[in-house]
Structure formats: C-alpha cells, structure tokens
C-alpha cells in the first residue's frame, strides 16, 4: 500500500533497488548481448546453411564440406556458450557478495533504541542459505527483541514472493525461522542471483547516546548545548526542531554543539530538501525518483511530512511512514541526524561454501537521537 503503480519506484522499492547492488556485479551491457545474438545468427544461417548446401554437391570438396557442416553446428554452439558464460563470469563474478544499510533510532527519554537493518547477499551458485542478524556488540544495549524476515516485493511479478515461474531446483525447498526469530535456516538461492532480508529490533540503553541541555527560545529556536556519549563519531549531523534546522556538522566522541554559538539555524524544509539561491530566487533539490542512494531515502522517508510530503517526493511514503518522526518535531523534541556505523552485525553462511563475506566495513548507517527540549529558557 502507498507504492507506486509502477512496481519499484515507491520509497520502499527504491530501497530495495539500493541494497540490491553489489560490488563488482553489474548487468551484461545490452551491446554485448545483441552483438553475440547477431553473430550467432549469421554462424547458424548463412555460414552453416553454406557449409550444408555444398555438401550436396559431388566430388571430394562436396563431401568434405558435408562432414564440416555436421561438426560446425555442435562445435560453434558449445563455442558460443562458452563466451556466453565466460562474459557473465566476466560481468557477474564469481564471488559471494554482500551489502547493507542501517537506520538507528535511539530514543533518550525512555532509553530505547530501534534499528531498521536491510541486507542482500549476491550468490554465483545455487546453494541454501543460513541467514542471521543481531544487534552490533559494539553498542550500548541489553538483550533485544528481534525478528528477521524477506524484504521482497509482493505480488507475481519477477523476483516477488509470489512470482508465477520459480527456479524448478529450489522452488521445492523448505526454509524455517531459526529459534527466536533471530535468523533463518535453509534459504534457497539460485546462481548469479540475490535474496534481500530485513531486520527490526528493539533494545534497551545501557548508557546514554548524547548528554543534552537543550530549551526551547524565541519562535521556537533552540539555545542549549549537546555531547556525543558514543564511541564513535557521527558525521554530517544536522539538528531538527519545529520548523527549524541547525548544521551541526561532524561530532567526534565527546564533541559539543551549541545551538546558541555561531551560524543560526535556517528552514526545515529548505535544509532537507538542498534548497539553493538560483538568481534570487529559491529552488528545492528535485528529488530523484529513481534514486539508489539508501541513506537519503531513510534520510526523506524519515521525516516525510516535515518535507512537504508527496508534494515534494511525488510519492507516499507506504511502508516506510512508520519510520517518519515529523510529529515528534512539534512537542517538545529535538531529532539529531547524523551517520555513523550500522547498528546490526548480519552472518550468512552457504551450505556449499561455507561464511559468506561480510558487507564493506567502511559502509555507514543513518542514526536519529530523539533528545527532550525544555520548555524556555530560565
């Protein structure tokens, strides 16, 4: 519900485009698969059809090509599937692949956190797959409830839960959820293809994220300062409340921003949508309907409305408007965005091939502190 009429181009189907892709996997140009079907037909007809006719023809050199024209079929068949293989080797790989992208809620009122984690695993081989997910230990949490799950799109369409053709050798395999929701067990995966899976926990802090004094001022503006308590940075953070955005910019471990210090804030709106000065006059970043960058999108879906909604996206936000915080923004809280690592560690293996290789450890996740605003200043 909410997704587009074309399947894939709403928030969520855009989503799922991001974290299907893979390093060093791209698509077989279409230049290369017209050029081998046209050589291939002319192999078949007229090359092997002159090859047959002059075998009819009496003499030595009638017979000899009538021997050719028999061998030249099978051997130019298995030649020109042999580069067909080779070239989807070649653009394809060979190799597990693997990628994720992460949004990190932490909520410091209550103490909760919730984390959103969409992962793809990229296969050259059929195979079955053990799929698991938990909190990453690096984080400040207690035990978490957490439920893995597909992230697919429903319908019969090509790649959807209920696609009408599926791989006959593994449409009959079962796969089951591993105790406590935490994984699943016995994925079947066909070759030079991906499974996408989705994870959403929930957990207790142990220790706070930020140390926050933060008071609502005149027309809603805030004064006050806050601490980054993680052991790790969190970059290109920016500040959200009312109506109202602050650059904050990186924030190391103990690093402090006063909203009261330096440059004041400027629109929500303006700030999430890129707005620029074109001529004197204000112009809104166009929002790309077909892009893949994942951290942008939980970045708009996250606050849907305070952009302006469809109205700006084109798009509802379906599945994702549970992510969106803009209500928050008018009673009493403060939103701080920044990115940082991913708050989900996920562990694949094959049955064939043992530990799928883990995503790029460089790859950052969007994280979102919920911080209380009080009422003025004293």
Not at 91 to 107: A, H, Y
């Amino acid at each position: 519900p909410g997704e587009s009429p074309v399947q894939g181009q709403g928030p969520t189907g855009r989503l799922r485009v991001a974290i299907d892709r893979f390093a060093a996997v791209a698509p077989v140009p279409f230049e290369i698969i017209a050029g081998l079907s046209i050589l291939y037909i002319a192999f078949l007809y007229p090359f092997d059809w002159w090859l047959a006719s002059g075998g009819r023809r009496d003499g030595p050199a009638g017979r000899a090509r009538g021997w050719v024209a028999w061998l030249s079929l099978p051997v130019g068949a298995a030649l020109f599937a042999a580069a067909a293989w080779g070239i989807g080797q070649r653009w394809k790989g060979t190799s597990w692949r693997s990628s994720q992208t992460d949004l990190v809620d932490v909520d410091t009122v209550t103490g909760a956190f919730r984390a959103l984690s969409l992962a793809g695993i990229w296969s050259p081989a059929n195979d079955t797959l053990t799929v698991t997910a938990a909190p990453s230990a690096a984080l400040p949490v207690g035990p978490p409830r957490l439920a893995v799950s597909w992230l697919a799109a429903s319908g019969r369409g090509m790649g959807s839960t209920d696609a009408a053709a599926s791989h006959p050798g593994l449409a009959t395999g079962d796969y089951t959820s591993s105790p406590g929701l935490g994984g699943l067990e016995g994925v079947p995966i066909a070759a030079d293809s991906s499974r996408l899976f989705e994870t959403q926990w929930t957990a207790s802090a142990t220790a706070p994220a930020v140390a926050a004094t933060l008071r609502r001022g005149a027309q809603g503006t805030l004064t006050g300062t806050i601490e980054n308590r993680l052991p790790w940075p969190l970059e290109g953070c920016i500040l959200l409340h009312a109506g109202w955005l602050w650059d904050v910019g990186d924030l190391d471990p103990g690093g402090r921003f006063d909203a009261g210090v330096g440059r004041g804030p400027r629109s929500l709106a303006a700030g999430l949508t890129r707005r620029t000065t074109v001529k004197d006059r204000e112009v809104n970043e166009r929002w790309d309907i077909n892009g893949v960058d994942a951290l942008r999108i939980l970045e708009i879906a996250g606050f849907h409305d305070a952009v302006g909604g469809s109205g700006y996206t084109a798009l509802e936000a379906g599945r994702l408007a549970r992510l969106d915080l803009s209500p928050l923004l008018e009673v009493g809280r403060a939103v701080l965005v920044g990115r940082g690592p991913p708050g989900t560690e996920w562990t694949a293996a094959a049955s064939g091939a043992g530990a799928v290789p883990s995503a790029d450890r460089g790859q950052r996740g969007l994280w979102r502190i919920v911080i209380p605003v009080g009422g003025g200043a004293p």
